[in-house]
């Protein structure tokens, strides 16, 4: 009888750890020039160490500007692996870091949000060596992404989960890109259109605490100084509801922040045809080319 149950907490254990690599695994591909260093890393927290890909344009005299790409999965599952399509950003002469962060599995809110904002600082503070220009920040990411990435951006000079990395002020990105995020983590938990286990999983021991779910969503850290904000969601998607972008435009508008909405009519989560993921991809560049990036 110990043994099976030895056998069934190993298996238990190792789906938990292994939760981050279970994911689709892809080889980024970059144009000639480009350079890779893989699993930087960029924080550790116990025996937790957050990693990110980077991918370097050419050395030049001039700095690069730089994307931040987060994946989703519900802040339970999913790999920094799983990331590709990064050609358009490529072709304009962008850095690429691709981050990874810590599951429900590891850590519950606000970790994700804690781990997003250290893997910002870390390539603040690695500009000059990395060649990257801090004025030419963006940060994207889709579902789970698209929502640390508004957190990541919006909090600004906000440091309130910067604790892991403390010391770093001047930090604003130049744009956010957000695919389909969560923007209310708790009406995405408890809310009329969608009850998600995710939501409630990852708020962990203050699933009940109304403020705290506040605290890591990002249509109340808005502000006037918040950076530009692209938004696309599909009108039909099942996972997170439209709706959620649809308040998220409307706080951007109220407090006068530079945004662009796309709806993808008929678009499911993150499931488009390839004639609107075109599209999508180039009003992403549009938008960035008219904020100068």
Same mark, same amino acid.
């Given at each position: 009888?110990?043994?099976?149950?030895?056998?069934?907490?190993?298996?238990?254990?190792?789906?938990?750890?292994?939760?981050?690599?279970?994911?689709? +695994?892809?080889?980024?591909? =970059?144009?000639?020039?480009?350079?890779?260093?893989?699993?930087?890393? @960029?924080?550790?927290?116990?025996?937790?160490?957050?990693?990110?890909?980077?991918?370097?344009?050419?050395?030049?005299?001039?700095?690069?500007?730089?994307?931040? !790409?987060?994946?989703?999965?519900?802040?339970?599952?999913?790999?920094?692996?799983?990331?590709?399509?990064?050609?358009?950003?490529?072709?304009?002469? @962008? %850095?690429?870091? !691709?981050? %990874? @962060?810590?599951?429900?599995?590891?850590?519950?809110?606000?970790?994700?949000?804690?781990?997003?904002?250290?893997?910002?600082? =870390?390539?603040? *503070?690695?500009?000059?060596?990395?060649?990257?220009?801090?004025?030419?920040?963006?940060?994207?990411?889709?579902?789970?992404?698209?929502?640390?990435?508004?957190?990541?951006?919006?909090?600004?000079?906000?440091?309130?989960?910067?604790?892991?990395? *403390?010391?770093?002020?001047?930090?604003?990105?130049?744009?956010?890109?957000?695919?389909?995020?969560?923007?209310?983590?708790?009406?995405?938990? =408890?809310?009329?259109?969608?009850?998600?286990?995710?939501?409630?999983?990852?708020?962990?021991?203050?699933?009940?605490?109304?403020?705290? %779910?506040?605290?890591?969503?990002?249509?109340?850290?808005?502000?006037?100084?918040?950076?530009?904000?692209?938004?696309?969601?599909?009108?039909?998607?099942?996972?997170?509801? @439209?709706?959620?972008? +649809?308040?998220? *435009?409307?706080?951007?508008?109220?407090?006068?922040? *530079?945004?662009?909405?796309?709806?993808?009519?008929?678009?499911?989560?993150?499931?488009?045809?390839?004639?609107? !993921?075109?599209?999508?991809?180039?009003?992403?560049?549009?938008?960035?080319?008219?904020?100068?990036?």
């Amino acid at each position: 009888m110990k043994k099976i149950v030895l056998i069934c907490w190993l298996l238990l254990a190792g789906q938990t750890l292994s939760a981050q690599d279970s994911a689709q +695994v892809k080889k980024v591909t =970059y144009p000639a020039g480009f350079s890779e260093q893989l699993n930087l890393v @960029y924080t550790q927290v116990n025996n937790w160490e957050g990693k990110l890909d980077l991918y370097l344009p050419p050395a030049k005299n001039d700095l690069s500007p730089l994307m931040i !790409n987060i994946h989703g999965g519900g802040w339970n599952k999913g790999n920094k692996e799983s990331q590709t399509g990064f050609n358009g950003f490529f072709k304009r002469g @962008y %850095a690429v870091a !691709n981050i %990874a @962060y810590r599951l429900t599995g590891v850590a519950t809110a606000p970790a994700a949000v804690e781990d997003t904002r250290c893997a910002l600082i =870390y390539l603040i *503070k690695n500009a000059k060596k990395f060649n990257i220009d801090v004025n030419k920040i963006v940060i994207m990411g889709g579902s789970a992404g698209g929502h640390l990435a508004l957190m990541g951006g919006l909090l600004e000079n906000n440091h309130i989960f910067d604790t892991n990395c *403390k010391g770093t002020e001047n930090i604003k990105v130049a744009a956010i890109i957000d695919k389909y995020g969560i923007t209310d983590v708790w009406d995405w938990g =408890y809310g009329p259109l969608k009850t998600s286990k995710s939501a409630t999983s990852w708020l962990g021991d203050k699933a009940k605490d109304k403020d705290f %779910a506040k605290s890591v969503s990002p249509l109340y850290q808005i502000k006037k100084s918040s950076p530009p904000v692209f938004i696309v969601h599909g009108d039909a998607d099942p996972i997170v509801p @439209y709706e959620q972008s +649809v308040a998220l *435009k409307a706080k951007l508008d109220e407090m006068g922040v *530079k945004n662009e909405f796309i709806t993808v009519k008929g678009g499911q989560h993150g499931k488009f045809s390839s004639e609107d !993921n075109s599209m999508v991809n180039a009003k992403i560049m549009e938008f960035l080319k008219g904020l100068g990036l």
